[in-house]
């Protein structure tokens, strides 16, 4: 049987060629900016000029997402802000309505770190799966059709791209290793 894939669900990713030429810099620069409940710091990042070189490769990188999907706009950062997570923080489930494409860059993580959760927009109450309590974890279970979630580790210079309705979260950090990372909404130019 042939199989069609009509109506995937995407998440771009791709690695910032110069991560080591920004980190340090982009860490002192941040880390003179308050940080509210266990991390966050509400700085539009995006309208910073001394972080225009990563600013105009995520723009780039956001664009080239789009034009994979045939989209006919330009895009560009509408909003930012950054992460400085501390062990407790955590994202619970949310999307970013009202945009169209959403980005997280991390400045700074490690794998073994609590990753960054995408959640299947297909919520399909049937049950064709036959899933229950006890079987629901076992991988065996879904395939590329059927997973209900989807997770990125952390990674220094990785930056991660998608649509902004897809719901996502980030469990609670329990790791002492840093995790900085940077948020971005874009719409059309």
Known sequence: MKLDVWFPTIIGSTVCPFIDKIQDKYKKIIKKYPAINKGFINYPVHQDKRFKKLNDWI?????????????IYS???????????QIGAYQGSHTHLGHTLSATFFLEGYPKDTPLTFINPIHDMKNPLGIHAHTSFKRSIYNSFTFRSCYYAPRSGLLLIWRSYIEHSVDVKYRPEKRIVFVYNFDPI
């Open 59 to 71: 723009s780039h990188e956001v664009n080239a997402f789009s034009k994979e999907h045939r989209f």
């Open 75 to 85: 895009y560009e950062a509408k909003e930012s802000w950054a992460w400085d997570y």
